[in-house]
């Protein structure tokens, strides 16, 4: 099952297209991955005080199916695919709340795959993840 | 060859974490592909007043591999890889132009490929680019 | 009374100073704007289908008391001061929900007045808001 | 005389109403403030390993003038109205390159006053700026 968060589209989403520019898809993938962690007990600013180390994105896949408007309403998922010591896995989508589908078939205007590693947070070099995490996590 | 634009790293760049937010980047990629068309004496602006069309971001993959930081000063290429109807795809890098590596081996902060269609832009639906757009990007 | 907008802050919002970058305030700001509005029935992206005419930022003046950082809770409020047949004008606040307080004395983290105009879509000009628009906001 | 910095508008500054985000003149600004620093001798990344402090902005007061949109060309001033130990004000505008006019009557998109206070970084409390600093500045 997938994590779901809303996100309403606001202006400073839009571009002069009349669309979601497409770099604001990873700030609502951020957030959703984010409420992800906060729902597991995960507060990312708490962490990082404790153990030193921070989450950063190592590599995304992202494909942008239909463009979403002004006060359009997306349900933004967050789903673990893999978690390992140096980095996890999510499969993320940006989904219509706006447009009524079937049950089941959402329209999708964003999806794709993210790639996160843990850093220490002075050096941003790899380091390995708390396991206490890796357990929460998975 | 690839087309070459300078970006600095500003306050607005930059997140918590004291790097560049991994969204920006596309900010960057999108800035560098929009100079790169006007090298070739097309502007956005111009052609969706005599076309009717504009280019949307269909798909990206993009891997970071060096966290950017404040004052930073990158070099953002833009490749042309394929060129069709209906869509074009771009190879672009994020270089460190401020730390110093022997000639041809520039330091990669972030680096992908860009997929952009062709789209009316009232309807936003996929349609045929026009052949001189074409016939001026190859 | 003041309407009220949750608002959280995420790894987007803020710099590298660790605290939330100026203009994000004015991103929050609109956002309540924006959820005022709807809560009157008013829909910009419906409004502007119907009237051809969007509201416009035409002034601001905010002070900037105490920095809100990652993870923090915000709630920022929307109190109309004035309007007129040309222009608006709010009052807004971003208070912190984060850290507790005696009730009616939340922690101002951000505040100011914004005034805004009503302009026809197309030529970006002033012009007389819609009788009906400016019934309900008052 | 006031110090100048060129900024151009991209589809990441705009928003639906085919204008500049009126947010993101403060990103604009914030760009030449950092520019005309640097100018000056002073790089903010390296003032705050060295001295501990950060400048953070306290206040502003902008009006907005004339839209700006995709495209255009814009040149944004820093001039320093008023220098003390605890902060600073500079009068700030971003005007128009792309819309020509007489010599010395540029038209104005979007002015203001800005006052930055100077913060200890680590605990954001107002500090007294580096006598050095102050005197560059002035």
């Known amino acids: ?17 009349g669309i979601v520019f497409y770099a604001n898809y990873l ?6 991955r984010t409420e992800w962690l906060r729902s597991l007990g995960i507060g ?3 962490l990082r005080e404790r153990t030193g180390g921070i989450f950063v994105v190592s590599e995304t896949a992202i494909k942008y199916h239909r ?3 002004l006060d359009d ?8 695919q893999e978690a390992g010591r140096a980095s996890i896995t999510l499969v ?5 709340k706006t447009e009524r ?13 993210i790639r996160i590693g843990w850093v220490d947070a002075a050096t941003l070099r790899p380091a390995r993840m708390p396991s206490h995490i890796l357990e929460v996590l998975k």
């Open 101 to 113: 589908t079937p049950p089941g078939n959402a329209l999708v205007h964003c999806e794709g795959t």
């Open 44 to 46: 990312q600013q708490a």
């Open 27 to 32: 700030k609502f993938f951020e957030r959703a």
């Open 73 to 80: 309403q997306l349900v933004v998922t967050a789903r673990l």
């Open 1 to 17: 099952m997938a994590f779901e968060f809303p996100v309403r589209i606001y202006w400073e989403d839009t571009d002069a297209g």
């Open 92 to 96: 993320q989508q940006a989904l219509s």
């Open 67 to 69: 463009p979403a408007r």
